[in-house]
């Protein structure tokens, strides 16, 4: 019988961001791609959501005791859910998350807020040119022949995630507020649940020293497995990716 496992995906993006994974993944995993409200065939429920009411959407999405996997938005929702939700999640993989996204006078280890303004702006308009910017972004690139092919991933992956339905402006604008808003650092200690935390030493969104802040903050059993990427490690360095995440499932906590 094979392991169930839930893959929340980030902000912006749809469940096509997984795609490249699925063939790797379905030998070993019972795959279960959720999708946010607003995002791909997932309407949203209300025009405004918070992070409770998300995170109560995907776990009514989500088969009990399965492992959990979020990326970026997504991670936070799933710490959320192992938070408040423990008895439903077996295991939980954290991929590029934060427990706070927005700098802030006690922390440094996040994105300014006029960054977050400007990508808030960027998305009022075109969304395919937006996303290809914005998931350029997010790719490291070490040399020009990894720019090339970063940027032809870039322009793949937009044209793979805007075929499915595009999330409305306000359902975009709701989910960074939700982010700004959003900050478990004093919930991290009351975790149970054996978490691994996937980071990217060179992520522009979420800066290394807040995996750091993780792991040094989690109580449960937890590792900590840094990756020479960026934002999307599990499309940078899929093959690494994916024995990080099937030696974890395989593991006893």
Same mark, same amino acid.
């Given at each position: 019988?094979?392991?169930?496992?839930?893959?929340?995906?980030?902000?912006?993006?749809?469940?096509?961001?997984?795609?490249?994974?699925?063939?790797?993944?379905?030998?070993?995993?019972?795959?279960?791609?959720?999708?946010?409200?607003?995002?791909? *065939?997932?309407?949203?429920?209300?025009?405004?959501?918070?992070?409770?009411?998300?995170?109560?959407?995907?776990?009514?999405?989500?088969?009990? #005791?399965?492992?959990?996997?979020?990326?970026?938005?997504? =991670?936070?929702?799933?710490?959320?859910?192992?938070?408040?939700?423990?008895?439903?999640?077996?295991?939980?993989?954290?991929?590029?998350?934060?427990? #706070?996204?927005?700098?802030?006078?006690?922390?440094?280890?996040?994105?300014?807020?006029?960054?977050?303004?400007?990508?808030?702006?960027?998305?009022? =308009? *075109?969304?395919?040119?937006?996303?290809?910017?914005?998931? #350029?972004?997010?790719?490291?690139?070490?040399?020009?022949?990894?720019? #090339?092919? $970063?940027?032809?991933?870039?322009? *793949?992956?937009?044209?793979?995630?805007?075929?499915?339905?595009?999330?409305?402006?306000?359902?975009?604008?709701? =989910?960074?507020?939700?982010?700004?808003?959003?900050?478990?650092?004093?919930?991290?200690?009351?975790?149970?649940?054996?978490?691994?935390?996937?980071?990217?030493?060179?992520?522009?969104?979420?800066?290394?020293?807040?995996?750091? $802040?993780?792991?040094?903050?989690?109580?449960?059993?937890?590792?900590?497995?840094?990756?020479?990427?960026?934002?999307?490690? $599990?499309?940078?360095?899929?093959?690494?990716?994916?024995?990080?995440?099937?030696? $974890?499932?395989?593991?006893?906590?």
């Amino acid at each position: 019988m094979t392991l169930p496992l839930v893959l929340v995906h980030g902000w912006g993006v749809n469940t096509a961001i997984w795609n490249a994974l699925i063939p790797e993944l379905e030998p070993e995993f019972e795959v279960h791609l959720i999708e946010l409200p607003g995002y791909g *065939d997932s309407p949203p429920t209300q025009p405004e959501m918070s992070l409770a009411e998300i995170t109560d959407n995907v776990l009514s999405q989500a088969p009990d #005791r399965a492992v959990w996997a979020g990326w970026s938005l997504g =991670g936070t929702i799933a710490l959320n859910a192992a938070l408040t939700h423990p008895e439903r999640i077996k295991k939980l993989q954290l991929i590029s998350t934060t427990p #706070r996204f927005l700098t802030g006078s006690d922390w440094e280890h996040g994105i300014q807020k006029e960054a977050f303004d400007k990508l808030a702006i960027s998305f009022r =308009g *075109d969304y395919t040119k937006a996303l290809q910017s914005f998931l #350029r972004l997010q790719l490291y690139k070490t040399d020009r022949a990894e720019q #090339r092919i $970063f940027r032809r991933m870039a322009k *793949d992956l937009t044209s793979l995630i805007a075929t499915h339905h595009t999330p409305s402006v306000a359902v975009l604008q709701n =989910g960074l507020a939700m982010l700004a808003n959003t900050d478990l650092r004093d919930q991290l200690p009351h975790l149970t649940i054996d978490t691994q935390i996937i980071a990217g030493k060179n992520d522009p969104l979420v800066p290394i020293e807040a995996s750091h $802040f993780l792991n040094k903050n989690l109580t449960s059993p937890h590792s900590l497995i840094e990756m020479e990427t960026g934002h999307i490690p $599990f499309l940078e360095s899929t093959k690494g990716y994916i024995k990080a995440l099937t030696r $974890f499932c395989k593991t006893e906590s």
